[in-house]
């Protein structure tokens, strides 16, 4: 059961790092099809998580912090989940 909730969590993450990555191919030049399907599917997914955060704070000087926060709570939330989960 730990392992299994640990890999969702870890999956979770990769996910948010890739779609911060994603976002920023296109300062190095980098186009991404946004109508691509799998990148649709990412960006939906993502925005379950990501969004409650970008309704609290706001970009600054274009810059999107939701990411980390997410991430940070999410790493909050899998520690606490993790440690009722006996090995």
Same mark, same amino acid.
């Given at each position: 059961?730990?392992? +299994?909730?640990?890999?969702?969590?870890?999956?979770?993450?990769? =996910?948010?790092?890739? &779609?911060?990555?994603?976002?920023?191919?296109? =300062? +190095?030049?980098? $186009?991404? #099809? *946004?109508?691509?399907?799998?990148? /649709?599917?990412?960006? $939906?997914?993502? #925005?379950?998580?990501? *969004?409650?955060? $970008? $309704?609290?704070?706001?970009?600054?000087?274009?810059? #999107?912090?939701?990411?980390?926060? +997410?991430?940070?709570?999410? /790493?909050?939330?899998?520690?606490?989940? =993790?440690?009722?989960?006996? &090995?």
């Amino acid at each position: 059961m730990y392992s +299994a909730v640990n890999l969702i969590f870890n999956a979770i993450f990769f =996910l948010i790092f890739i &779609r911060i990555l994603l976002s920023w191919l296109p =300062l +190095a030049g980098i $186009r991404i #099809d *946004e109508y691509n399907p799998i990148v /649709q599917g990412l960006i $939906r997914f993502t #925005d379950i998580f990501l *969004e409650p955060f $970008r $309704r609290l704070i706001p970009p600054v000087s274009g810059m #999107d912090f939701s990411p980390i926060v +997410a991430i940070l709570v999410l /790493q909050f939330a899998a520690g606490a989940i =993790l440690g009722l989960i006996p &090995r």
